[in-house]
């Protein structure tokens, strides 16, 4: 098949989960012999051209603006797969785009909130906001949810009282994939789908360096955390409540660094670990005992936890986080009801207790849903029924 990708790309500064799935979708697809092309917008490129932010404005209130039309029709491609427009394409170029190839199909991915939510993780203050969800999109203006600011929020919000999102993406394409069912629950509440939607679960590359057959269970006592360090991530939430019993390393560089760095100076069995790689966070995760994921938002599907499953760690789950996976993989971990220490304490004696039975359910789960090759067998066949679909 021939496929376009198209994809807004988030900074490179810090790591992107949503840049990784599409540059590993890509590499994944050409070694099945696919004909690939990515037509990619860096953030970090634009941001600095004049206008960038009036225009950007124009492209994320109205849809108007930057096209990969172009490319797209001298490639020819079957298949056009966009991943994020927001904010360096428009949207107006798909229903062109559609009248200009009928036998073409389009989908999209669905990574976070941003067309139903203007802060994008439907949170606000540190814990779940729904608001604009169940009221009107005027309160993301009087809350800043966008960068804490006015000015950014607004193109948001006339983006979504305007619909640009449903009837330009959302109602045009032939597909919509969401990661996890609690996702596209998420968008039900305000939107009536005229597309297919489909659930299809990101996937991380089998880690070559480590064979999991020879991993036994780790009994260093090691915790990890893999995460940007930003409000949402709940890092610094964890390492408040951290028991000083167990050790804690943590992977990762953001905004709330100072502040955790300040929360751990008295704290010796909590490291900070700075930015660890995917090649090598491959090879250095096995050795760990367990994992957490202190996310306080609803987070949709993370690589991170993608990568805990792969290397076969129970994963200690806090709050509302778990969600998005409960109703497509076994549990490999535990759920803390209360956040505390000794909450983590006690879900830690219990996971030790019944350490090989999370352990493999943890790495069941990355091959029977988050592996490259469980992943092309479903998008594969998932083009394949969306192509022989009537238009």
């Known amino acids: 098949m021939k496929i376009a990708y198209v994809h807004s790309a988030y900074t490179r500064n810090l790591p992107s989960g949503e840049n990784s799935v599409v540059e590993a979708q890509c590499d994944a697809l050409r070694a099945e012999g696919h004909d690939v092309i990515a037509l990619v917008a860096e953030t970090d490129e634009l941001s600095s051209r004049p206008l960038y932010k009036l225009k950007s404005f124009t492209r994320v209130a109205l849809g108007l603006g930057k096209s990969p039309t172009k490319i797209i029709k001298d490639f020819n491609p079957e298949f056009v797969i966009i991943h994020n427009l927001f904010p360096n394409f428009g949207s107006h170029w798909i229903k062109k785009l559609k009248k200009f190839d009928k036998n073409l199909r389009i989908c999209v991915f669905i990574h976070n909130f941003r067309m139903i939510c203007a802060s994008g993780d439907l949170l606000r203050n540190g814990k779940h906001c729904d608001k604009c969800l169940k009221s009107n999109p005027i309160n993301s203006l009087f809350f800043r949810c966008y960068r804490g600011s006015f000015f950014y929020t607004f193109p948001l919000y006339l983006s979504q009282i305007l619909g640009v999102s449903k009837r330009n993406i959302l109602d045009k394409v032939d597909c919509i994939f969401f990661l996890s069912h609690v996702t596209r629950n998420e968008f039900r509440k305000v939107i009536d789908f005229k597309s297919e939607t489909r659930i299809l ?127 497509e993989v076994p549990i490999a971990g535990l759920v803390l009801d209360r956040y505390d220490s000794t909450s983590i304490c006690e879900a830690a004696k219990v996971i030790s207790q019944n350490y090989n039975d999370y352990s493999q359910s943890s790495r069941s789960s990355y091959l029977n849903y988050y592996s490259q090759k469980s992943w092309l067998l479903k998008f594969q066949s998932a083009l394949e029924q969306i192509q022989n679909s009537e238009m």
């Open 201 to 327: 679960p990101n996937f991380v590359p089998e880690s070559v360096e480590v064979n999991f057959n020879t991993r036994k269970k780790i009994d260093n006592g090691k915790w990890v955390v893999v995460a940007r360090l930003t409000v949402e991530k709940g890092v610094a939430k964890l390492v408040s409540n951290w028991p000083s019993e167990l050790s804690l390393d943590i992977f990762g560089m953001g905004p709330e660094l100072g502040k955790i760095q300040e929360l751990i100076k008295d704290k010796p069995n909590i490291v900070l670990k700075g930015l660890g790689s995917p090649i090598e966070l491959g090879k250095i995760l096995p050795n760990y005992f367990a994992a957490v994921h202190p996310s306080i938002c609803i987070e949709v599907a993370p690589l991170t936890v993608l990568e805990f499953h792969r290397a076969g760690l129970p994963i200690l789950y806090t709050g509302n986080n778990f969600s998005p996976f409960e109703n």
